[in-house]
């Protein structure tokens, strides 16, 4: 279970495919903001109402002062003979 730096979370079976690219992109230098990830795990026990994964994404979000976006992405969405890019929920400017 792991909530990760936006620039540490390179598993893509733990993060998704959007995540992954995102933190190769952050290591090769490309203008990225920053942000963190949540796991697979972390979103599912968020879902599960785990006081102790609500408590510690509140701790991280309390510290952020400037306007988020939130994108969901899935486990293998992405493969290199199909791509659901667009197909889930992206919010943004989020305080």
């Given at each position: 279970m792991?909530?990760?730096?936006?620039?540490?979370?390179?598993?893509?079976?733990?993060?998704?495919?959007?995540?992954s690219?995102?933190a190769?992109?952050?290591k090769?230098?490309?203008?990225?903001?920053?942000?963190?990830?949540?796991?697979?795990?972390?979103?599912?026990?968020?879902?599960?109402?785990?006081?102790?994964?609500i408590?510690?994404?509140?701790?991280?979000?309390?510290?952020?002062?400037?306007?988020?976006?939130v994108?969901?992405?899935?486990i293998?969405?992405?493969?290199?003979?199909?791509?659901?890019?667009?197909?889930?929920?992206?919010?943004?400017?989020?305080?």
């Amino acid at each position: 279970m792991k909530i990760s730096n936006l620039k540490d979370a390179f598993d893509e079976k733990e993060f998704g495919g959007k995540a992954s690219s995102l933190a190769n992109g952050l290591k090769h230098g490309l203008n990225i903001p920053g942000g963190f990830a949540l796991s697979y795990q972390v979103v599912q026990n968020f879902l599960k109402h785990d006081s102790q994964v609500i408590n510690e994404i509140k701790s991280i979000y309390e510290q952020i002062d400037y306007p988020l976006a939130v994108r969901s992405s899935a486990i293998g969405e992405d493969s290199n003979a199909a791509s659901f890019a667009g197909q889930y929920l992206t919010i943004v400017n989020i305080t």
